[in-house]
C-alpha cells in the first residue's frame, strides 16, 4: 500500500460528458502529480501541483484540468469526454516539490463509451 | 533531458536472475538512474537508484558502468511475481516530474 487514495476505481461515462478523479496523496506529502496511462502511449505526465500550487505542466488538454485543495487532495476533471480519453489515469505524490521518489495510487480506470 | 532506451520485453524462468539493461547516452552530471516496477493495472513502484557503481536493495541490484551511458537492472531468482512492466527513468532529482519520462518500459514476463 503506497498511502495515495484515488476514487473512483472504475467509471464508465459518455462522450461529452465530464468526470472529476480524486486523490488523497500520503500523509505529509505536498506535491501531487497527475498521469495518463492508455495501451498505446504508456505512461504521460499531466500536470503536478505542490502545496495548492500549479508547478509543472505536461501534455494535459485544455479539456483537463486540475486542481489542488487547502486538505492537499487533488482533483481532476476531464470533461467533453471523447473516446480516446478512455484510458488509467494515476495520482502519484511526493514529500516536495521535486520527483525524487514517487508514490503512485492503484489509479482510475475511465471507460468512455 | 536525457533520453533512455531499453528493450520493449524480456522472457525468463523462474528462479533464474535477470538483467535489464538500459542505455541513457546524454545522461548529465546531476542525473540519478532509477527504476519502476508495474504491475497490471497498478501504479508504478519504485525499486531502486544509484548514481553510479552498484547499489543494492531487498528487491535488486542496479549496476551502472563509470561512463554511466547505460545501467543494469538485476532481479536475484525471479518468480512468477515478477512478471511486470520495468521503467528507466533518468534525471536530476530537483528536476521538475515533466522532466522524468517513463517511456514504455521493458515487459518481463517469467514461466514456471
Known amino acids: 500500500d503506497s498511502g495515495v487514495t484515488q476514487t473512483p476505481k472504475h467509471l464508465i461515462t459518455a462522450t461529452g460528458q465530464r468526470v472529476t478523479l480524486r486523490c488523497s496523496p500520503r500523509s505529509g506529502d505536498l506535491s501531487v502529480y497527475w498521469y495518463q496511462q492508455s495501451l498505446d502511449q504508456g505512461l504521460q505526465f499531466l500536470i503536478q501541483?505542490?502545496?495548492?500550487?500549479?508547478?509543472a505542466k505536461g501534455n494535459i488538454l485544455e479539456r483537463f484540468s486540475a486542481q489542488q485543495f487547502p486538505d492537499l487532495h487533488s482533483e481532476l476533471n476531464l470533461s467533453s469526454l471523447e473516446l480516446g480519453d478512455s484510458a488509467l489515469y494515476f495520482c502519484a505524490s511526493s514529500a516536495g516539490t521535486t520527483s525524487g521518489e514517487l508514490f503512485f495510487g492503484e489509479g482510475s480506470r475511465l471507460t468512455v463509451l | 533531458l536525457a533520453k533512455t532506451t531499453q528493450p520493449i520485453s524480456m522472457d525468463s524462468y523462474e528462479g533464474q536472475e535477470v538483467n535489464i539493461t538500459c542505455s541513457h547516452n546524454n545522461i548529465a552530471t546531476n542525473d540519478y538512474i532509477t527504476w519502476y516496477q508495474q504491475f497490471p493495472s497498478q501504479g508504478p513502484r519504485f525499486i531502486i537508484q544509484g548514481y553510479k557503481t552498484k547499489v543494492t536493495n531487498e528487491v535488486a541490484s542496479l549496476f551502472i558502468p563509470a561512463d554511466r551511458k547505460s545501467s543494469t537492472l538485476s532481479l536475484p531468482r525471479v518468480s512468477l511475481s515478477d512478471t511486470a512492466v520495468y521503467y528507466c527513468?533518468?534525471?536530476?532529482?530537483?528536476?521538475?516530474?515533466?522532466?522524468?519520462?517513463f517511456g514504455s518500459g521493458t515487459r518481463l514476463s517469467i514461466r514456471p
Open positions: 527513468l533518468v534525471g536530476d532529482e530537483r528536476s521538475s516530474a515533466s522532466k522524468i519520462i
Open positions: 501541483y505542490y502545496n495548492g500550487e500549479e508547478r
